[in-house]
């Protein structure tokens, strides 16, 4: 199952995450990631893996646990 | 004083409007990081793959300021803008001073907010395509459609009063005529900054939050009131960089379905049309001699030394295009799941209004097509007038028939 990790000190915001996967990210209101599933299902795992390629600030991992 | 140099210059010379210049698919195969000289004399890097790219974009060695710097130039080209010298914005800031004013701004600007502009962005579009349709044919969409709808939208966003907004379209039309003279140039950029700083104020005064400007002007940046100076540099950069950039963007997504009238039907469906403005982006990295930054410290990257003090030009219309990262770079294709474009740069600094350019390209070519589904452009794509010679590479003007 993956296992999902944010850093929010270097999240900057462009809400990328949110908008592909709003079943595990949203964006608070200072537009930094929230994460709302820090275990979602394997199915996602591509998915997250192009999630956390795309993010600008390489605020999101994802780690096999 | 040093001799010539004997590097070579920058890549700028394009065989097809739709593509880079060919030196750069050499440069991927042979030296995907180079040296090169400006016309100015300075010397500096130039990264042309993707991966070094996008590496080198999110490192916090390579600084986006360039304040105290003596800069490198392309003033050896005719025709080059001339600049007043504006506030600072987040185009000249690293972090950690970067990290709450770029919050402050990405916060209003999210894909969900973008997403909800979509009918109001739509209505402003079918505004002015009515006035297309009163010109007739011949009507150019540059001047007719790809600014006005921006311009419109970048001033209700920011709060600009409905009875200024045509002083500021004018203004800010002014700013991307080619064949304007300087002064004029200068004269409708210093309009503006006053304009905006004149807004500021006014918005200081008031307790009215409804729009970006208001909540700006009274948000705390990192614990202290946000300074008025910056607020107006702000305001001036959403402003020019959401303008500019997303008309060209709709003129040349024209021009590419001239080529590809079998995609065109993708806009009406959301998914589809997200992925072919994605293509259309790819296409066409506007920036189209690539971003600068400046190494605050030694970089080594790939056997490279890149020295602290040096320049650093990074070529996202380069990484678009890229071979081992698409399987078909220079067409456009939606067939198959991409890597993300660096249209939009990489980084902390990656365009703060991404959300809303795409929904505008989107929302006005879908509403375009659907007012004249046998729209085309009066002269075959290749032959309408490109701006070579610009920082912002798109298309003088679009005229139409249909």
């Keep these: 199952m993956p296992k999902v990790i944010v850093d929010r000190d270097r999240c900057c915001g462009a809400g990328l995450c949110a908008q592909a996967l709003p079943q595990v990210f949203d964006q608070g209101e200072d537009a930094v990631v929230v994460l709302l599933e820090e275990n979602p299902p394997a199915e996602l795992v591509a998915p997250l893996a192009d999630v956390a390629f795309a993010c600008p600030s390489g605020a999101i991992r994802v780690v096999e646990q | ?402």
């Design chain 2, 1 to 402: 004083m040093a001799l010539p140099s004997s590097l070579p210059e920058l890549p700028r010379s394009r065989t097809h409007p739709f593509h880079p210049p060919p030196e750069y698919d050499q440069l991927r195969k042979e030296s995907p990081i180079s040296r090169f000289v400006w016309p100015n004399g300075v010397e500096g890097w130039l990264v042309t793959t993707y991966s070094e790219v996008r590496t080198l974009l999110a490192d916090p060695r390579l600084s986006i300021n360039r304040f105290n710097s003596p800069p490198p130039s392309l003033s050896a080209i005719k025709d080059r803008k001339p600049e007043v010298m504006l506030p600072r914005s987040l185009v000249a800031m690293d972090p950690p001073e970067h990290t709450p004013w770029r919050r402050a701004i990405v916060k209003e600007m999210t894909p969900r907010w973008a997403r909800s502009m979509e009918p109001r962005i739509a209505e402003i579009t079918r505004e002015y395509l009515d006035r297309v349709r009163e010109i007739g044919p011949g009507a150019d969409l540059v001047e007719n459609l790809a600014l006005p709808v921006p311009s419109r939208v970048i001033c209700e966003v920011l709060g600009v009063p409905q009875a200024d907004q045509e002083f500021f379209q004018e203004q800010a039309e002014v700013r991307s005529q080619v064949g304007a003279p300087a002064e004029k140039i200068n004269a409708a950029t210093r309009a503006l900054y006053e304009y905006l700083g004149q807004l500021v104020t006014d918005k200081r005064k008031s307790a009215n939050t409804s729009d970006v400007l208001g909540r700006l002007v009274h948000a705390r940046i990192a614990g202290e009131p946000a300074p008025h100076d910056i607020v107006v540099g702000q305001a001036m950069l959403l402003l020019i960089a959401g303008h500019e950039t997303t008309a060209n963007m709709i003129g040349l997504g024209v021009a590419t379905l001239m080529d590809n009238r079998e995609l065109i039907a993708d806009l009406a469906d959301t998914a589809k049309g997200t992925a072919l403005v994605e293509e259309i982006l790819r296409m066409h990295a506007i920036i189209q001699w690539g971003i600068v930054r400046r190494a605050t410290d030694d970089i080594e990257i790939n056997g490279i030394h890149i020295a602290k003090g040096e320049w650093v030009v990074c070529s996202l219309a380069s990484a678009n295009r890229d071979e081992s990262r698409y399987g078909c770079p220079h067409a456009v294709d939606t067939g198959q799941a991409q890597s993300p474009h660096v249209t939009f740069g990489y980084g902390v600094h990656q365009c703060a209004g991404q959300s809303l350019a795409r929904t505008e390209v989107r929302v006005v070519l879908r509403e375009l097509f659907a007012a004249f589904p046998g729209l085309r452009t009066t002269v075959a794509p290749e032959e309408l007038r490109y701006r070579y010679e610009m920082w912002v590479y798109g298309l003088y003007e679009c005229p139409v028939v249909w």
